[in-house]
T-cell receptor, first 113, second 117 residues
Framework: AQSVAQPEDQVNVAEGNPLTVKCTYS??????LFWYVQYPNRGLQFLLK??????LVKGSYGFEAEFNKSQTSFHLKKPSALVSDSALYFC???????????FGKGNQVVVIP | GAVVSQHPSRVICKSGTSVKIECRSL??????MFWYRQFPKQSLMLMAT?????????EQGVEKDKFLINHASLTLSTLTVTSAHPEDSSFYIC?????????????FGPGTRLTVT
């Protein structure tokens, strides 16, 4: 079975500073990795994904993530955080050939003006 | 990009009644849709996988007779919460996978806030 760990409950960062949201995964095979963002009382919005190819993946709103197979990590990054980036971020993993997504617990990101 | 809609966005019902939530893929076909439940400030919990033309696959601990799922067409899945109780109050989110491509990406609906009084 696949699983995802997001070790921090909340990430606080000053506006303009780099933002990092950590994610590690466990899967017995090749992973498909995703990051989603959720604003209050809304569904999930897709940010980016890693399926294959380059380990550095660029996504929406200036976000990027790096797939690190040896560390089984897929940390989300943004060079310069905006106040509007304040939201709940979820990392998810799917096993190749399997539709089912396993989500991490989520990280609340607070960008301080 | 692909769009998934849910209806209603909010619903309040009395204890003992049933509520139906619709999930539609607006611009693509989906043989598989997923239903999640989310409690405040918590992650999404997969409830069931909805398969077009066949029975849904429920996750362990989810009562199939309480959460009825019907996937009658390639663009519509419904979740009916039967005999709702206050503990069923939650945020329900559906997703659908666009199977015309190979992206393995799931598109999520905006969610339905269910409050049972």
């Amino acid at each position: 079975a696949q699983s995802v760990a997001q070790p921090e409950d909340q990430v606080n960062v000053a506006e303009g500073n780099p933002l990092t949201v950590k994610c590690t995964y466990s899967v017995s095979g090749n992973p498909y990795l995703f990051w989603y963002v959720q604003y209050p009382n809304r569904g999930l919005q897709f940010l980016l994904k890693y399926i294959t190819g380059d380990n550095l993946v660029k996504g929406s709103y200036g976000f990027e993530a790096e797939f690190n197979k040896s560390q089984t990590s897929f940390h989300l990054k943004k060079p310069s955080a905006l106040v509007s980036d304040s939201a709940l971020y979820f990392c998810a993993v799917a096993l190749y050939g399997n539709n089912r997504l396993a989500f991490g617990k989520g990280n609340q990101v607070v960008v301080i003006p | 990009g692909a769009v998934v809609s849910q209806h209603p966005s909010r619903v309040i019902c009395k204890s003992g009644t049933s509520v139906k939530i619709e999930c539609r893929s607006l611009d693509f076909q989906a043989t598989t849709m997923f239903w999640y439940r989310q409690f405040p400030k918590q992650s999404l919990m997969l409830m069931a996988t909805s398969n077009e033309g066949s029975k849904a696959t429920y996750e362990q601990g989810v009562e199939k007779d309480k959460f009825l799922i019907n996937h009658a067409s390639l663009t519509l899945s419904t979740l009916t919460v039967t005999s709702a109780h206050p503990e069923d109050s939650s945020f329900y989110i559906c997703s659908a996978r666009d199977e015309t491509g190979l992206s393995y990406e799931q598109y999520f609906g905006p969610g339905t806030r269910l409050t049972v009084t």
